[in-house]
Structures are given as C-alpha cells and as structure tokens.
C-alpha cells in the first residue's frame, strides 16, 4: 500500500484525532430501591477515587457533583462502578467537558484516554469552552428512557453495538 | 458487596453514650450524657430525608404515648440548613429533645456513632450501655416495659 496516500488519509479522518477536552466535573443522579441521599455510600465510594476533588451533594436536584482533579484520566465508567459499587445505579450522567474549538457535528467520533465519545442527534457547531454533555448509553440512563433511546438512536450503528469504551453524547442546551 | 442497607456502627451495643454538647432549636447546649438515668432513643435525620420524615412521625407517637421521666427521644438532625430544619420540627410537630450538629455525614456526632445512612437510632438503657440500633418500634416497647418498675 502506498504509505504517502494512508498518510493523507489518516490525516484527512478528523473524526478520530485526539482533541483537548477535559472532563471537570460530572453530575450523576443516582437511583436504587432507597433514598440515594440518605446513604453516604455513593459519596464515600465517589471520594475514594484519587482522580476526585471533591463531591457536592445538591439537595435541591438530588445530584451528586463529582468535581474532577486538572488533567485527570477518569472516564464516566469508573464512576459508574462507584455508585453501582455502593449498591446504586446511575439515573443520569451530565459530565462538564472544556472543549478547544471542537466541530462537531451528528455521528461526530473522538477518541480520548482510552475512550471515544459519539455525538448524537447533534447538529454541526463549534464547542469552544465549558460545555455539559449526557451520557445516553446503557447503564447511564434509567432502563426505562433506555428502551426508548434503542429506538430513537438506531441509527447510530455504534449505539447498538453497546462497546462500553464508546459514549454516545448529547450536548446540552445551557 | 456493599449494602446501603448495612449500617457499620463504631459504636457497639454494650458502648457507653458518648460524651458530646450540641444546640438544641433554642439555641440552648444539650450535654448528651445528661439524659443517664432514663432510657434513651438517639435519632440522627435531616429534613430532605424522606424516609426520616416518615420515622418522625412514629416517634412522636411514640414519645406522645411514652414519654416519660424514664424515656426520652433525641433527635439529632444533620441539616446544614437550619431554616430547613426548624420548619421540619415544626411540621412533624416534635416535641421530644431537637438537637442539630448541621455538617450533613460529616457532622462529628455522626461519625462518633458511624452513621453511614439515614435515618439511624439508637437506643441507651438508663446507665447509658447502647442496647440496640435501628430498634423497631416493638423492640423499643419491649425494652420500655423491661426497664418500668
């Protein structure tokens, strides 16, 4: 194979190229067969990761917010597996992401630290800043909005494949 | 696996009550260990806590049926707002002992006791050994007509 044209290719995939983004701060509403506010369990286990700083209850939205260290490697998974670890599911993830002048735009891939995040049902812009993204893949969702979500997002042939390294995002609407 | 349902208590029944001074809704200092003598119900809250609110109401009706110079039922609620907090005794219309140590889990009194989930009580005999923790109601009965002479 001519190496000069795989190079070109390689170079002309922007959707796999390493963008800085860094995620600061996730907001994870959790769900269980009791109140998730009354147990210090998810708090201890989310505190226990060196990658935290810290994790603020707000009593309002009942949400933990999770407030990342600078420069961490921390993916939504292993935070997952902290609230599940405490005996808890995840009901909703919003993770705080600063982005340098990302284009995104629907079906939209990067890869970061090992993962890959997917945009989904995400019209083309330019991400400069803070922006919060939902987590809409199983297990980050309640089972409910996913049986939902499987229908609504078919499209994305990723989405239905279900690899646990690939997060199908949102961007919210601030 | 953990539980959320499992309560690791530093403190063991056959403890004596730990010695510490909290505020009570008049602002007045509550020295714990001043309740000896009576059997004594610690409950830790707070009032965004539902299933606490739900305990509140038994326990009223417990201290309205049993309160007495033997028993005695102290609620020490976590809320770090007390504006929250006064307008929950006030709902839950509680006339027992309302104390407040506001720093959520982190409150030190919490920790002395481990209270890892909300709500949690426990329960003194008259010289202040803990007999019991997260007692239900019959068991509290039970130990009220023990201890009656």
Known sequence: MNLKILLIAITF?????????????????????????????????????????????????????????????????????????????????????????????????????????????????????????????????????????????????????????????????? | MSSPFLIVGQLKTGDTIPDFILTDHLGESIHIPSFKGKILLIDFWASWCAPCRRANKKLVGLHRDYGSANFEIVGISVDKDQTKWLKAIAKDQIEYTRLIDPHGFEAKSAIQFGVEALPASYLFDPTGKLIAINPTEQEIKQQLNHFKK
């Open chain 1, 13 to 174: 995939i922007p959707a796999l190229s390493n963008v800085n983004a860094q995620i600061s701060k996730a907001e994870i509403v959790a769900t269980g067969l009791t109140c998730s506010m009354c147990s210090n369990a998810i708090n201890k286990q989310l505190k226990s990761l060196t990658e935290v700083d810290s994790v603020v209850i707000d009593l309002n939205t009942n949400t933990f917010v999770v407030h990342l260290k600078k420069d961490n490697k921390v993916s939504p998974r292993i935070l997952k597996e902290r609230v599940e670890k405490a005996g808890f599911f995840v009901g909703s993830m919003i993770i705080n992401m600063s982005f340098e002048n990302v284009e995104v735009s629907d079906n939209y891939k990067f890869e970061k630290d090992g993962f890959s995040m997917v945009f989904v049902e995400t019209k083309a812009k330019t991400l400069d800043g803070e922006n919060k993204v939902k987590i809409m893949d199983k297990g980050f969702v309640t089972n409910k909005e996913f049986k939902k979500l499987s229908k609504s997002l078919s499209k994305y042939p990723t989405y239905i494949e279900g690899n646990e390294d690939d997060y199908h995002v949102k961007v919210m609407v601030p």
